[in-house]
């Protein structure tokens, strides 16, 4: 089985405003780009395993990250596959309202670093635990597949809070990741 790591795509206004991104296509933002650069440069430094294949969700922020840890890492920018199912949770009409705006609106915590685990987004047209879960561990089961045979290969997943967040609490794991940090999944 290959290394899984899981790496959150740095900061962009949207985090920096509190406001809830879901499946908005927001670029990094300065800070974001600072916070992804380290991030690849800890992954070459403490890198056990060599990455062979960065699989990042189709938005520029998990783009915008992959490339970075490419060109950090020496990887070939071939090494990068964009996947939709790697997308955040959707929040449907919660998309774009602060964190404040929407907690008053649901009663509910709405960030990646909050409980509750599961969660349920389907009453404002979003997405649920279970659907969320099924996306991201279709995509890493299938790309994570193709390595299969290849002696210590890696595999970096870069995506959304939620996302990497609902797979870490299905494996037993703390679910809160930083942007722009990266962490080992233990299967």
């Known amino acids: 089985m290959p290394a899984i790591i899981l790496g959150r795509h740095g900061p962009t206004e949207w985090t920096s405003a509190h406001r809830i991104q879901g499946h908005t296509d927001i670029p990094l933002s300065l800070e974001g780009q600072d916070k992804v650069t380290r ?14 294949r960065i699989v990042c969700s189709d938005l520029s922020s ?18 990068i596959i964009r996947d939709d199912r790697l997308r ?15 907690r008053r609106l649901t009663g509910e915590p709405l960030t ?8 349920d987004y389907t009453p404002w047209g979003g997405e649920d635990y279970l659907a969320v879960l099924t996306r991201h561990l279709t995509a ?9 045979d290849c ?27 930083q942007p722009g940090t990266y962490r080992l999944l233990q299967l």
Do not use: S, W
């Not at 955040?88 to 929407?102: H, I, N, P, S």
């Open 39 to 52: 991030m690849a440069v800890l992954l070459k430094r403490h890198q056990n395993t060599r990455i062979r």
């Open 88 to 102: 955040e949770c959707r929040y449907g009409k919660l998309e774009g309202l602060t964190v404040d705006e929407a």
């Open 112 to 119: 990646a670093t909050e409980p509750p685990y599961p969660y």
């Open 151 to 177: 002696q210590e290969a890696g595999l970096l997943i870069i995506g959304h809070g939620r996302g990497l967040g609902t797979v870490l609490h299905h494996f037993k794991q703390p679910p809160k990741m």
């Open 140 to 148: 890493i089961i299938d790309h994570g597949h193709e390595l299969l």
């Open 62 to 79: 998990a783009y915008q990250t992959a490339l970075v840890v490419c060109v950090v890492l020496d990887i070939p920018m071939t090494a």
